[in-house]
Each structure stands twice: as structure tokens, then as C-alpha cells.
């Protein structure tokens, strides 16, 4: 297939905001796709590179290349040029990265160099992602999209779905079963403001502690223990005191979901970073599992005994959970069955309370008759933390690309230091509407005292309300932390930036624990 139609469906897509005329193009690109490329196409549309990082920044990809004159490079040819991309490392790998991106660009139109932009900087947002490239995949193979939506669910790939279905019709989803050793696409919450407001969504339903760990997902069969990442990479390895539990439990065939973590001598969790530090450490095991153990907790249950338990209720899978998992190895919960009854729904807010105080970040509030939506974020699972905010001051911006060309996009945030100084915290595009997007590049520019061209220097003026999870780490700013999952709330040009947050009231603040 030519890169030239990917290019131009992910155009036309981008201008279409009906999901149901986004399926319909989405389904005669796949039509038309070769099976063989079908992972390829897939990737592309949702903005993925196979490759993962292949090294190439806006450094590499500011020089302007002219265009070719008609449409000759393929997708697999794209494939095989970023392919190289990715492998060309070491001494003069910078150079070497250079004249492949001149040489990719020069053997691409015009649409495709601004569809290759976009994919290759991180700017293809045109909703083409994998809930839709699935109706589309549906619609094309004339396969219910319920079947092969529970397909990938099972098989935890779309692109691999798809590639057989592509080729082999509807009948090639009955291969996709779940399976013992074969990770299946972890179910996912959506967010609730309050505790309150899930009660009253999903009516009878369970509070769990919402746990600052890592997902995991454990698979036995007989003495064989696979664990799984909530990307269903496998870490059986890096785990072994994870691998020792699920050997010593009563049922020798399960597939469990949980999160691992990690506690001090407290028994309060550890920072996020040290967690996710040991499970994704890969040297001396035995000395880091010492070092830092980590303990499971799983609150459900996929599998039992050769018994498929994903269409059970909660309840009923809960059930099946305490029959295998023992207490200690569970998470905590409150059940409500009546959330019209006041004592019940204070007894979940205190709860949630108790949680936080306990040290995690919040909690999970799951309808008891739902089943296991495995790789969806479904409405019956909701999640609900803790929102803080913050008065942060721009001190640069950087220029948008793909549909946000021409406007000013990602915020440098900054909060003041006690010399009247400005101390960078982080950065983020998250959150913005059009209208703000719009209205932030017109004041921006009035207050523009240097521009290279991605990065545009301003004045300290202008203050944002930014809600955030929490800190981290980080060595690259100057207070030895940044924001975590920040987004934009609201501009507050009614605010003086001599007003802003100190680096002192984040380091103090609410969600002031570094992980």
C-alpha cells in the first residue's frame, strides 16, 4: 500500500468528528489493506511507531526537504526506513539519523512529509485509535465488532486480530480464546469526581483501595508461573517472591489480576519510582528482591480451574477470588449494596478517608454485576482521587504541530522562587480546548520576548490553574522534582503572577510526596 493513502484517510479522518463516518473511511482503508500490512497501518493511524523510540527529534526533522513529485513510497518501505532509524546508534549515529530522515522525506509528497511530521513527533492525533481502527477492522472483514472486540480482548492485539481476520475472514476468530500463559488486555476505570457521584452512577457496588503500584497480571498452570506487565510484557523473572505466592496458592490454574507493591517498615507504600525502579530492574534479581521486596495484592480473578470467568458478575468473581486468594494477599474493600442508604455512603467516604491517610492514592468503586471488560476503560469501574491544583506562571511555550500548526501548545510551567525568580516545575498541552488553545497562542505572542523558531520565550505574566497527581523526581529542573500527569484547568488572567505558587508551597502542598 502507498504511505500516500494512509496519509490521506488520516487527513480526512482528522477533518471528520462522526464516529460513524470515521468507521466507514477506517473500513475501506482496511479493505484495501494486505493483510501483511495490516499491523503497520494500524500503528500508523493510532500514532505508534513499532519501532518504539527510534531517536529523532525536531533537531533532526527541522531542515525542509523538498517534497517528491508523485507518490511512489510504500508503507512497508516507511516501515524498513525507520526500521534503520532505529538501529543506527553510536559514533556518528547523529549524522548517519540525518541523512536517513533527509533521504525517507525526499522519497515522500507533500501530504505524506506532514502525515510522517506528525507520526514521527508525536502529533498524530486524529482519532483514529484502536476502539475505532476495531469498527473499522469489523466493517471490512464483515465480522460483528462484538466478536472481534472480544477477540482482542482475549488476545490483548488488535494488530494481530486483525491481521487474521483480514486474511482468513470471520471464521479466524474462533483461534482467540483465553488462555492460561496468554495475557489478556487488563480492564480499565474511568474517572468519577467524588465517591458520591460513583455511588449514585453504578448503584450496588464495591470501594477498593486504589494502590500507587504496578498491574500485574499472574498466570499459572501447574509449577509454570507467568506474570505479566498491564502492557503484557512479561516480568516472570524480575519477580520471583510475585512467582513464589502464586505457587504456593491451593489452585494450580488461574489467571489473576492485581498490582504489586512495595511497603516500608511502616507498612505505607513506598514512592511510585522505587516500586516501578524494582520491578523493572533486569540485574542481581535475587540482590534487588532483597533489597526492595515487593508484595502482591489481587483484587479479581479471570480464570479457575479451567473455568473462563470473565462474563461473571463482580460478585461472583469476587467470590471465586477469596475461595483461592487468602485475605492478607487481597485488597481492601467496603461493599455498598444500597447507595441510597446514608449510612452505607458515609461508610464509603470514610473509607476513601482511611485510604488516603493510609498512604494511596484513592480508590476504585466497581459495580458488582458488571463483568470483566478486558481492554476497555468501561463506565462500571470508576476511579476517583483526590484533585489538587496550582496557580503556575508560563515562562515559555512551544510551538504546535499536526492540527495544532500554527498555535502555541505546550506550556513551560514555573512557580515562584523566594528571590522573585521563576523555577520551572514541568510541562503539558493536556487539557486544552480549541477556544483556550486559540486564546493562549494570541496572549502568548503579546508577551513573546524570543522565538527559535519551536520554543517561544514570554514574559512571566501569565497564570494557569494547573491540577496535577502528585511530584516526581526529576534531575532536568532546577528543584529536583516535576509535576506529575499536569494538565490545564483554566488561565487566570485575572491573577497577577506575583500571586502564583511558590516552590515552597509545592514542595509543602497536599500532593507533596516524591515518587
Known sequence: MLLARLAEVSEQVAATSA???????????????????????????????????????????????????HATLTVAETDAALTALAQATGPGSRTERQRRVHSLMAAATAPEQRFLLRLLTGELRQGALDAIALEGVARAAHAPAADVRRAVMLDGSLPRVATALLAEGPASLERFRLAVGTPVQPMLAHTAKSVADALAALGPCAVE??????????????????IYTRSLDEITDRLPEVRAVAQ????????LDGE???????????????????????????????????????????AAHDAVLLDLPGRERHMELTRLVPEPLRVRRTVVTDPADPTQCDAAEAFFTDTLDRGHEGVLVKALEAP?????????????????TLDLVVLAVERGHGRRTG??????????????????????????????????????R?????????????????????????LQRSPRYPA????????????????????????????????????
Open 372 to 388: 470483566y471488560s478486558a481492554g476497555r476503560r468501561g463506565r462500571s469501574w470508576l476511579k476517583i482521587k483526590p484533585v489538587h
Open 209 to 226: 483501595e486504589k494502590l500507587d503500584g504496578i498491574r500485574v497480571q499472574v498466570h499459572r498452570s501447574g509449577d509454570d508461573v507467568r
Open 480 to 515: 529536583g522534582v516535576a509535576l506529575r500527569f499536569a494538565r490545564v484547568v483554566r488561565h487566570r488572567p485575572d491573577k497577577p503572577a506575583t500571586e502564583a505558587d511558590t516552590v515552597d508551597q509545592v514542595l509543602a502542598g497536599p500532593q507533596s510526596r516524591v515518587v
Open 19 to 69: 464516529r460513524s463516518r470515521k468507521i466507514a473511511m477506517l473500513a475501506d482503508l482496511f479493505a484495501a489493506t494486505p493483510p501483511t500490512e495490516a499491523t503497520l497501518v494500524i500503528a500508523y493511524l493510532a500514532g505508534r511507531l513499532p519501532q518504539g523510540r527510534i531517536g529523532v527529534g525536531w533537531s533532526t526533522l527541522k531542515e525542509s526537504v523538498p517534497p517528491a513529485g
Open 446 to 470: 503579546e508577551l513573546s520576548v524570543d522565538d527559535d523558531g519551536f520554543t517561544v520565550r514570554v514574559r512571566p505574566e501569565l497564570v494557569v490553574e494547573i491540577a496535577y497527581d502528585g
Open 260 to 302: 504489586v507493591i512495595a511497603l516500608d517498615a511502616a507498612g505505607r507504600p513506598v514512592p511510585f519510582q522505587e516500586t516501578a525502579s524494582r520491578v523493572g530492574s533486569r540485574v542481581d534479581v535475587t540482590a534487588a528482591a532483597a533489597a526492595r521486596p515487593v508484595s502482591p495484592v489481587f483484587f479479581d480473578i479471570l
Open 248 to 255: 504456593e496458592l491451593a489452585g494450580d490454574r488461574f489467571i
Open 407 to 444: 498555535l502555541l501548545s505546550n506550556l513551560h510551567l514555573g512557580a515562584r522562587a523566594a528571590d522573585g525568580t521563576f523555577v520551572m516545575l514541568g510541562k503539558t498541552f493536556k487539557g486544552l480546548t480549541d477556544d483556550m488553545l486559540r486564546w493562549q497562542t494570541d496572549r502568548l
